[in-house]
């Protein structure tokens, strides 16, 4: 990176911090630093839930899942509009009318403590987790791509979010949040501008899309019905439509975002942005990946990414085979460079051209080269080997001009803010809320309260950054926090079904069912297939039937008894 | 989808017994509910369409 980038990552970094203090002026008061009194513009907030979903691993892992597999991983988000229509007609209302500051403090109120405190529980633990992860995937990334200390980098993105979550409190984080998305769409374009004019002149995008259509990557569709399968159009329409009514109504990261609106119009207004906005992002995301293929046909691109592995190989006993490898992939990419500028040049759009299956078989090869090569790795360093996630940084850093680097590396560091503001201030309020205030100290003034919010800020800070100290160390502890995270998901939906939507539940089918939820899908995961989409379907479905069962054997609710 | 969005509104209704008081829905944002709805549910489906037929075109 040159001196400008520096200079433009640096001053990105103070602007987040500054301007997230100076918001501390209109937070002495816990409604305020909480809630920013319900005073949020619906825009505001509305680009506040979607920079809280959308984390560096988004920005750098998409756009590496758009390399390499194409567009299919849009299918992941066609069940979110529809979420959002069923949210804005049932959560929205829910929690803006009970003046509630977390989604379990309601469930309280509508069945018991102990359901309450339960689901409290399971938010704080996979959410603090995740905001772990959600800090150590880019910094593990750019300390590798840019060669910077991991320790430093873990704490260029975590402090300045602590702090200005700390101080400035929800209001912060959302203003702040418009900002970083701006950054994140502004870096994404300037990606894609690059990615377009780096093509060679005689290729257009069109042809450069046929290119990349030519080997599967347009094909955003799979319309088979195959529940092992991970992203096909069903498991995302109604595995997606279960997964987001969990994320965007039950999980207290985004409930509080639009609790902070100024009115329930206001709140469904900022969830309807996502409703419209989040899949030509996602879509647009994913094409930034399909064109680095493309750029990549004509710029030669490493045979692997991640090169801190490559190197501990390289200077081992099996450099050899390794070097060996590399010669193959340098002829197996000339090969299919020329292949490439033959069937761009032959318009590249007649399916049985000869040029076109030249270009097939010389991108097979290059593929099957580079798996031997992973293979390779794989085997000699005794661990797992992908480099999906370093395809973008690795583009940026060596394609993109002086200041643009700059640029897209502190949109990745918005991305991963962002996401972990959103999170820590959402970890602290269930903190004070739910455990503190409802455990500890029922009765305190203010002052009290809005203190240990910020503690509670700056601890669970501290947690996350020790934490993904130790994330990165332990690689497939993201892997094991995912899966882990998809146990509760679709059964903590089910306690929300319950509590919002069937008045024959009470607290002990509650509780129950979410016990029993996590055991089924526990199940389904040890011992079959079922993609986790699917997971969010079967916990919400078998809580709801055990809640029912439950409740009806132990004589109702007393909601049921008032109507 | 008028009925579907009364039903929502009544298990409001019936929640704001159970715990959150407060007005139900205006009839002003009731009545624009279902036309957000039909866009949101509309835009969705020009956007699988495109990507089903760019996927198609761009295969071809």
Not at chain 1, 292 to 305: E, G, I, Q, R, S
Not at chain 1, 444 to 453: E, F, K, N, Q, R
Request: contains cysteine; glycine residues 8%.
């Amino acid at each position: 990176m040159s001196a400008i980038d520096w200079i433009v990552v640096a001053a990105y970094l103070a602007w987040v911090v500054i301007d997230g203090v100076r918001m501390s002026k209109r937070t002495k008061e816990i409604d305020g630093y909480l809630l920013a009194s319900r005073s949020l513009p619906w825009w505001a907030v509305g680009l506040s839930v979607m920079a809280t979903q959308l984390s560096a691993i988004t920005m750098v892992s998409t756009t590496g899942q758009g390399y390499a597999s194409g567009m299919r991983f849009v299918q992941f988000y066609f069940g979110l509009p529809i979420a959002m229509i069923i949210l804005s007609v049932t959560a929205v209302p829910f929690f803006w009318r009970a003046k509630v500051y977390t989604a379990y403090e309601f469930l309280e109120r509508r069945f018991d403590s102990k359901t309450r405190t339960l689901t409290a529980f399971l938010f704080l633990l996979s959410r603090g987790l995740s905001c772990s992860v959600v800090i150590a995937a880019p910094s593990v990334i750019l300390s590798i791509v840019l060669g910077w200390n991991l320790t430093l980098t873990v704490l260029a993105i975590g402090a300045p979010t602590v702090i200005y979550t700390m101080v400035g409190g929800v209001q912060a984080v959302t203003w702040t949040d418009v900002k970083q998305m701006a950054i994140v769409v502004i870096g994404i374009l300037a990606a894609v501008t690059v990615l377009i004019l780096g093509l060679p002149h005689d290729v257009s995008l069109g042809s450069a899309l046929h290119l990349a259509g030519a080997v599967g990557k347009m094909q955003a569709l799979d319309f088979h019905f195959d529940l092992t399968q991970k992203y096909t159009l069903w498991s995302g329409l109604i595995g997606g439509l279960f997964l987001s009514l969990s994320y965007f109504g039950c999980d207290q990261s985004q409930v509080q975002r639009y609790l902070t609106a100024k009115s329930v119009e206001g709140g469904r207004r900022s969830l309807f942005v996502s409703a419209y906005a989040k899949i030509p992002l996602q879509a647009l995301i994913l094409l930034t990946g399909v064109l680095m293929f493309a750029f990549f046909l004509f710029h030669k691109a490493p045979m692997l990414f991640n090169a801190a592995p490559v190197d501990r190989l390289k200077a081992g006993p099996r450099a050899a085979e390794y070097h060996a490898l590399e010669q193959e992939y340098d002829r197996a990419y000339e090969t299919r460079r020329q292949a490439a500028e033959s069937m761009a040049g032959a318009g590249g759009e007649s399916t049985v051209s000869a040029e076109r299956q030249a270009f097939v078989a010389a991108d097979t090869e290059v593929r099957a080269v580079r798996d031997r090569a992973k293979a390779l790795v794989k085997d000699a360093t005794k661990a797992d080997y992908d480099d999906v996630n370093y395809v973008f940084p690795t583009f940026v850093t060596t394609y993109m001009p002086v200041g643009l680097v700059g640029l897209v590396i502190a949109a990745i560091f918005a991305a991963a803010m962002s996401a972990s503001a959103g999170e820590l201030n959402s970890l602290a309020t269930a903190t004070v809320i739910d455990i503190y205030k409802r455990h500890v100290r029922p009765v305190a003034d203010d002052s009290h309260y809005l203190l240990v919010s910020k503690i509670a800020t700056a601890a669970w800070g501290l947690f996350a950054c020790v934490g993904a100290m130790y994330a990165v160390q332990l690689g497939s502890l993201i892997e094991v926090v995912n899966t882990f995270g998809s146990y509760f998901y679709g059964s903590i939906l089910g306690v929300f079904i319950l509590a919002i939507g069937l008045k024959r539940a009470n607290g002990h089918g509650a509780f129950v069912g979410l016990i029993g939820g996590m055991i089924v899908v526990w199940a389904a995961v040890t011992y079959t297939k079922v993609a986790f989409l699917w997971l969010n379907v079967l916990g919400a479905v078998v809580v709801t039937v055990i809640g029912l069962v439950v409740s009806a054997a132990t004589g109702g609710s007393k909601a049921e008894a008032r109507t | 989808m008028r009925t579907v969005v009364a039903r929502f509104y009544t298990a409001e209704t019936m929640a704001s017994t159970t715990g959150p008081t407060g007005t139900s829905g205006t009839k002003d944002s009731a009545d624009r509910l279902p036309l957000i709805f039909i866009g949101i549910v509309a835009l969705e489906i020009a956007a699988i369409l495109t990507l089903y037929f760019a996927g198609v075109h761009f295969a071809s």
